[in-house]
């Protein structure tokens, strides 16, 4: 009996009814011949109530489930699956409310859906993750009514689950075309004009049109009696390490998402076309101490390491010591390598102090410094207002801006590379320069 009045939920339908009834016994007090027929109102409404009652409770006709992926990608629409099975020998509506994750802080998530007799049906939702971690799921509850619609039958089914959520794997697949070397013209791909070829030879073929005439071997060509050229390609296994700030000025959030949430989705996709490329790939974060450090391989396996490494990173709110990752990688890293930092730097007086160290790293690596634009300044500046106090602000916006580009004219200046780029367009800035690197030989 009491798992009976657990389940019952009763519909705004009847509230309505038993209004009505009360104004008609009301104004009977001056019509009499309204009493009688509010009476049978009530009992029509009292018959209707136990019949929708017991098409109901019968028997437990309702079957439903949740269906969660392995794994959830940060910042990226993730779907849920619901599945329904309606053994009711009448078509029913359902409001199904599904206890997501706390993380999402949503309160009135709930689907509709009316399903016919004895039938199933798959729904889905979407979840947008904005941090990594462990996700948990509750109960799915699913409200089902008849056609009368006076009562409702809550079934709650014990569907607790937990997902993890990783590093963009999304954003990293939609880039797995950057990895082929013959690529078409794509909105945000640069086309990287190759100054001369690499110096590894891989075969000599027949000459197409568009094939570089300096490239003939006349040798070949004399034997074959065709026209053939040598083919080159970019240089393999080249140690490449993506180098993650973790200090306290990475926890700024742009749109849901912090500065180091999307340097890690970055190294994510920047470590697959690396590694599809036969490149070694390698990371290490820093702050006030040198931790994560993965040493550049190529092997099948070490994507899924590098994404396990990525998953469990953490800013400790600290701040950073540049000499510390000087002397680290001065230490593990003996090899000339290409180094993508993903800092941030918000007043030149900063980078200033750090610069020294830079240019010392510089001077054995190949080293490119991602900095991040702030967006929000972009729009503070880009606010119309007649406001004294709002004109101030952007003034002092519009300085802070300027610094960016005196910070990044600053680096090129001592002969470091350096991108300055919209926390969104990470990905594709950060993998277009390791492609001009590969292009130009620079490594």
């Not at 889905?124 to 509850?141: A, D, I, K, M, V």
């Not at 070490?302 to 396990?308: K, N, S, T, V």
């Amino acid at each position: 009996m009491l798992t009976f009045f657990k389940s019952l939920y009763l519909n705004l339908r009847l509230f309505y009814g038993i209004i009505a009834i009360a104004i008609i016994f009301f104004l009977s007090y001056w019509w009499e011949i309204l009493y009688p027929i509010a009476w049978l109102m009530v009992l029509l409404l009292i018959g209707l109530f136990i019949s929708d009652l017991v098409m109901l409770f019968a028997k437990k006709k309702l079957v439903a489930s949740r269906i969660l992926p392995d794994k959830f990608s940060n910042s990226d629409p993730n779907p849920v699956y619901i599945h329904i099975q309606n053994n009711y020998s009448f078509p029913i509506a359902l409001a199904i409310i599904d206890e997501i994750p706390i993380q999402f802080q949503k309160r009135d998530f709930i689907l509709h859906k009316n399903l016919a007799s004895n039938s199933h049906c798959k729904l889905s939702y979407q979840l947008t993750p904005l941090e990594r971690g462990e996700y948990f799921f509750g109960n799915l509850n699913c409200y089902c009514s008849t056609k009368l619609g006076l009562a409702k039958r809550r079934y709650r089914f014990d569907n607790e689950g937990m997902v993890k959520v990783y590093p963009s794997f999304i954003q990293m697949k939609a880039h797995d075309f950057l990895s082929i070397d013959q690529r078409l013209s794509l909105p945000g791909v640069k086309k990287i004009r190759r100054l001369g070829h690499t110096l590894e030879f891989e075969q000599i073929k027949n000459y197409v049109r568009g094939d570089d005439i300096r490239t003939i071997n006349w040798k070949a060509t004399a034997k074959t009696s065709n026209l053939m050229v040598n083919q080159y390609q970019d240089e393999k296994s080249q140690p490449i390490y993506a180098v993650i700030d973790t200090s306290r000025n990475m926890k700024m959030p742009f749109e849901g998402l912090t500065l180091l949430d999307y340097a890690i989705n970055s190294s994510l996709a920047f470590a697959n076309i690396a590694l599809k490329k036969n490149d070694q790939f390698g990371m290490l974060c820093y702050s006030n101490k040198i931790n994560n450090f993965v040493v550049a391989k190529n092997r099948k396996t070490h994507l899924q390491r590098i994404l396990e490494t990525l998953y469990n990173i953490e800013t400790d709110f600290s701040d950073r010591d540049i000499g510390k990752l000087y002397a680290a990688l001065k230490q593990k890293i003996t090899q000339r390598s290409l180094l993508m930092l993903y800092t941030n730097y918000e007043h030149i007086s900063a980078l200033q102090r750090e610069l020294p160290y830079l240019k010392a790293i510089a001077k054995k690596h190949l080293l490119v410094v991602v900095m991040f634009e702030n967006t929000e300044l972009e729009k503070l500046i880009e606010t119309q207002t007649d406001n004294i106090t709002n004109v101030v602000e952007q003034t002092i916006a519009g300085q802070f801006k300027n610094d960016k580009k005196l910070m990044l004219k600053e680096l090129q200046r001592n002969k470091i590379a350096a991108i300055l780029t919209k926390p969104k367009d990470l990905t594709l800035n950060s993998i277009n320069k390791y492609l001009e690197v590969k292009a130009r030989g620079m490594l």
